[in-house]
């Protein structure tokens, strides 16, 4: 039963629930903003687009006039369409959050139908849980990052460098604690709900990962198509009753998308 119900509410029933909502809310507000900011620039550009052909149909060949204009209409609508969805990149990785998320959702439908509960874009009232798993070896935070270039950890630091260039790229010395505090976050709020479980948190990696999975600094660090096999890979914590259990605090109150203060 409890399978049931944790697929039932994890695969999307409550729409808060789907994962990466909340990414892609953030993705198209920041979007509509930029569009409103910059739309009038795409005018110019789309009759320059147009007028270059038509130009060109008058020097070259009058008689297909009408050919040269649809040439430029057309070429102006695909190029402006290319552009007008083309946002900045600290637009555009709200989007790459939001299909990590999937992606690690995606990942993780073959333990919610053995019985593992899982509810994503979990609300805490002080940010935003990407996923919140249950299962036999115990409680999973899960926060997914869709990342270019080669990724690496050392020390619980996430070290992202270029292909092209391996001497540049950037080091996030942030996450490795902000996942730390949230899993005690989690653990006290569970105990509230008199669930003693303990939550281990996770980053899923979408990218190049070399390393596969690693745990450093107490965060298990795991390449997506990694995921699975690794989580199912831990020894088992909770009997079948807790799990049961837990599976129905997830269905019935955290499904809804808002954890409990």
Known sequence: MNARIADKHSMGSQPISEAGNFAAERFRTRRRAWRRRIWWTFL??????????????????????????????????????????SPPHHIERWRQGAEGEKATAKALRPLV????????????????????????????LLDSKNLSGALSVKAGVL??????DPDEGYDNFRLAGQMRAR??????????????IAVQPVIVLWG??????????????????????????????????????????????????????
């Open 183 to 196: 899993a005690r976050d989690l653990e006290e709020r569970f105990r509230r709900l008199d669930i003693e």
């Open 113 to 140: 139908r053995d019985g593992w509960a899982l509810v994503n874009d979990l609300d805490t009232g002080r940010g935003n849980i990407d996923h919140l798993l249950v299962g036999p070896p115990g409680g999973f």
């Open 159 to 164: 070290s992202v460098r270029w292909r092209e």
């Open 208 to 261: 190049n990962f070399e390393q596969r999975s690693v745990l450093s600094r107490s965060v298990a660090w795991v390449q997506g198509n990694e995921l699975q096999r690794a989580l199912r890979g831990r020894p088992a914590q909770l009997g079948a009753d807790e799990v049961a259990r837990a599976s129905l605090v997830i269905a019935d109150v955290l499904a809804p998308g808002v954890l409990p203060r």
């Open 44 to 85: 110019p550009f789309a009759a320059f687009l147009v007028a270059v052909p038509v130009a060109l149909g008058y020097l070259l060949a009058p008689e297909h006039l009408g050919f040269y204009w649809g040439m430029g209409v057309g070429l102006a609508f695909a190029v402006t369409a290319v552009l007008i969805d």
